[in-house]
């Protein structure tokens, strides 16, 4: 009895020296960022501790934007769940939907058309470039221009309209099925893109001759928010924010699926892990991207653009996980199903969440001009985090 | 002059003056607005009125209609005085800055000096309004502005010295009557580079709009303020903007030089300001903004012992000058 009470007094002891403020200076301030605050990519809160301007402890809170996804994906058949997938992280919609439709069809061990195929990374790679091209205005905003934000803007407008080609929507397109795409490449579609594809190319070297190259803002991202190549990957960090701390990790080529494997392209690193080099992956990673869309449009197969699946989809019982390069990191799919219509449980595992985690460790020390850069360099979308 | 006329006559340019800020206010808001639209590959503007000009003068008009919010737990006269504070010093250097000969308020002999005094004054307002809106964000956007007011007004007053000593005078007038063959641009550009970028730091301008940094403390000092008080800090803004390019110009572009004459002098003068905005403008949309101690350090590491330097070489240079003839 006596050895319980003093194990529970240890453990008081710990936890209260665990919660004290430690080597905080004794006057420090604690403000409230979010869930509106202009440069929180949504909704957003944390709670900082502050000495002046410096940061000395952040801790985040999520859950303004949960909408239970994953529960309802129980309630729902597989076709039924599709459209809510885009809502995961809605600026990289497309790449939401590959991830769920290759887990489907990899549990029902579907043979999905090469053409689809084709298409498939078209819309990813162009949806890719549409949620890197908000990335880069978004910075541009952070570090306090607003010109960037108009630029990426506009031209990320012209990709959506091309994708608004294929699949009618803007934002969430709805567009991948189970076992394919669910309508042919359009009329006029091959040209606009080859068209956009040059337009893009210019419009890059403009992008880096304004924002790249300009003084204060390498002044500003160089050697801030540094995360190191061991810690990046302790965190499970994944996506562009994996790669710009220089692990050569990307799934389109670690577990190339949807055919990558055929396109020539390379994955692009940082060295540093700094917030510049975040910053360039991305920048570099439209360039990659244009490169795949104009092989696959080059190479683009005839056939079908849909597999032959039955009405009603009833994956045999087991359980999957499949991943996919999303917009911002791994995107995982663990379906569990149990050979009816409906899956029995869905698991979705978004890169977002995982680079919040580390926010306070990035974050400690660092001045809280550079908390809304950092935060964007890990370009995080609230939707996918919460779900 | 009887007592009366003359306080009509002062009444009056107080009014002139009133226009007048109200007037360039508007303007430079619209032009803002069009130059950078046109940059960023928009149209800016364009509903009410030919090219949207009237968008300007109703959107004033909204800010001035809208109900006076006032917060619970501010520090009441601080927070109320803060917009006056900052309003008061930009209306009172209009009556020190000369537009043409004979086209100026006062006559002043130390109007230079005057005028950087009361410039630092608009700084107190920000800290006004940072301590008296009871928000975190205000507190920091107004500490943050003291700290930079100590980091570039040094350097402002001294990379005017050179100027100064070339004309030997603190009244602008007279330095502008001294740049007669040659504006003081070409031997004092250091000066004038200087003088800008402390001047855009002054206006709390784009590269430096550190205390109302958006993306970081929401709208610094202003966030708790909205109509009419809100009004005062933008108007104060951009008139200062004008004052800082109306210095420039005064200071190293000539001024209303080569007009003589009051009236195509002071169209010279408002044109050659009006280009130096245009120019701010122009940095405006395409830089990004410093961090604050990044800010200091280029404040206290280079351009306060570059601005002593210039100082230097120039005494010298004018010393020898004169001891040749």
């Known amino acids: 009895m006596a050895d319980e009470i003093k194990n529970n007094e240890i453990e008081v002891d710990e936890i209260s020296a665990v919660n004290e403020p430690g080597d905080f200076p004794k006057d420090y301030m604690e403000i409230n960022f979010g869930p509106h605050h202009p440069s929180t990519h949504g909704v957003f809160r944390f709670i900082a501790k502050l000495d002046g301007e410096k940061i000395l402890e952040v801790e985040p809170i999520v ?68 949620a890197h091209e908000v990335f880069f205005g978004a910075m541009g905003l952070e570090v306090g221009a607003f010109t960037p934000f108009l630029f990426g803007f506009k031209d990320r407008e012209i990709a959506m309209h091309l994708m608004e080609m294929l699949a009618g929507g803007r934002l969430t397109f709805n567009y991948f099925t189970i076992g394919g795409v669910r309508q042919d490449v359009p009329k006029g579609f091959y040209a606009e893109t080859k068209e956009y594809l040059k337009k893009f190319k210019k419009n890059l070297a403009e992008y880096h001759e304004l924002f790249s190259g300009n003084e204060i803002f390498i002044k500003r991202t160089k050697g801030v928010g540094v995360i190191t190549r061991e810690d990046a990957i302790e965190w499970s960090m994944s996506g562009p924010t994996l790669r710009g701390s220089g692990a050569v990790f990307d799934i389109r080529k670690v577990e190339p699926y949807s055919g990558y ?49 039955a009405r009603v989809i009833k994956p045999p019982a087991g359980e999957i996980y499949l991943r996919v390069e999303g917009t911002k990191g791994e995107l995982g799919f663990y379906v569990v199903s149990d050979g009816t219509d409906k899956p029995y449980r869905m698991k979705i595992r978004t890169p977002s969440f995982n680079h919040l985690n580390a926010l306070n460790y990035v974050l400690k020390n660092n001045y809280i001009a550079d908390f809304p850069i950092i935060l964007g360099s890990f370009d995080t979308v609230m939707g996918s985090v919460d779900r | 002059m009887v007592w009366w006329l003359a306080l009509l006559w002062a009444l009056l340019k107080l009014i002139i003056a009133f226009l007048f800020i109200f007037l360039t206010a508007l303007i430079l808001i619209y032009m803002l607005r069009k130059v950078m639209g046109h940059m960023q590959y928009r149209m800016g503007p364009r509903h009410h009125g030919p090219h949207g000009i009237w968008q300007t003068v109703f959107d004033a008009l909204k800010l001035l209609g809208k109900e006076d919010i006032i917060p619970n737990g501010i520090d009441k006269y601080v927070y109320l005085f803060a917009p006056v504070i900052a309003f008061v010093p930009s209306l009172t250097i209009f009556a020190f800055l000369p537009f043409a000969p004979k086209v100026a308020a006062s006559n002043f002999e130390i109007s230079l000096f005057f005028i950087f ?86 206006i709390n301008h784009t590269p430096f709009d550190i205390p109302e940094a958006e993306s970081e403390i929401v709208s610094g000092f202003n966030t708790e303020y909205s109509g009419f008080r809100f009004a005062a800090f933008f108007l104060a803004e951009f008139v200062n903007l004008f004052i800082i390019c109306a210095l420039a110009v005064l200071l190293f572009f000539g001024g209303w030089k080569p007009f003589t004459n009051p009236i195509a002098g002071t169209i010279c003068f408002i044109a050659k300001t009006y280009v130096l905005i245009f120019i701010s403008m122009w940095v405006r949309s395409t830089f990004p903004r410093f961090r604050l101690d990044q800010f200091m350090d280029f404040g206290w590491k280079f351009m306060l012992p570059l601005s002593l330097v210039n100082i230097f070489v120039t005494a010298v240079v004018v010393l020898i000058v004169d001891k040749i003839r």
């Not at chain 1, 129980?74 to 459209?83: G, L, S």
């Not at chain 1, 885009?86 to 600026?91: G, M, N, Q, V």
């Not at chain 1, 396109?263 to 917030?275: A, I, L, S």
């Open chain 2, 117 to 202: 005094a009361i410039l630092g004054f608009s700084t107190i307002s920000l800290l006004m309004a940072g301590w008296g809106s009871n928000n975190k964000y205000s507190l920091i956007g107004g500490i943050r502005g003291a700290a930079q007011l100590i980091s570039y007004e040094i350097p402002l007053v001294l990379s005017t010295m050179g100027v100064v000593i070339m004309a030997g005078s603190l009244n602008l007038t007279d330095i502008v009557n001294a740049q007669v063959k040659i504006w003081y641009i070409i031997p004092q550009i250091v000066g004038f580079f200087l003088f800008f970028t402390c001047g855009l730091a002054e």
């Open chain 1, 261 to 309: 494997d055929k396109y020539d392209w390379e994955v692009p690193v940082g060295k540093n892990g700094d917030v510049y080099d975040r910053y360039l992956v991305r920048m570099n990673e439209m360039a990659q991207s244009a490169r795949i869309i104009e092989q696959a449009l080059e190479s683009l197969p005839e056939g079908d653009h849909q597999a032959k699946v």
């Open chain 1, 63 to 130: 859950g303004y934007l949960h909408r239970g996804i994953e529960k309802i994906a129980e309630n729902r058949t597989y076709v039924q769940f599709k459209p809510l997938v885009d809502r995961l992280d809605y600026t990289g919609a497309m790449n939401n939907e590959f991830g769920y439709c290759i887990a489907v069809e990899k549990l029902m061990e579907l043979e999905v058309p090469l053409k689809a195929q084709a298409i498939r990374v078209i819309c990813a790679e162009l949806n890719r470039i549409c």
